[in-house]
């Protein structure tokens, strides 16, 4: 079990976009166990931490399938967590990106802006399961 420890960023809001998509919509329900909501919560951490795909934790990834036009979206289960909630999830790594990798993008079943009371600047605390 790995903790890290970020604030939670605006994005450009285009997740939900893909998320959407017919080609991801299925895999996501069938791999995460749960219909995403249609957005990522991004999640900056702190310390300058990064996360390192291709050492620790290439193991563990699974994939969604793109196509030819949409690239793939690896993921890791992960849990997420203020002062008073704790939501289940997953830590989302497009293969096409726009952002580094200490900014983090989180999916759940819910708007956890919303669930958890999240504003831009909200800490929060990412815990990735390692099966």
Do not use: C, W
Not at 68 to 81: H, P, T
Not at 82 to 99: C, D, Q, S, Y
């Amino acid at each position: 079990m790995l903790k890290f420890e970020g604030i939670v960023i605006s994005g450009l809001g285009k997740a939900g976009t893909f998320i959407k998509k017919d080609t991801y919509q299925k895999q996501y329900q069938n791999k995460l166990g749960f219909k995403p909501f249609a957005g990522t919560l991004n999640v900056k951490l702190k310390s300058n931490v990064e996360i390192n795909l291709k050492e620790k934790y290439i193991d563990n990834l699974k994939i969604i399938k793109g196509n030819d036009k949409l690239g793939d979206v690896y993921f890791l289960k992960a849990k997420i967590s203020n002062n008073e909630l704790t939501k289940n999830g997953a830590i989302l790594f497009p293969t096409k990106t726009v952002h580094k990798m200490d900014t983090i993008e989180f999916v759940a079943e819910e708007k956890l802006r919303e669930t958890m009371n999240l504003k831009d600047k909200s800490k929060v605390n990412i815990t990735i399961t390692i099966d």
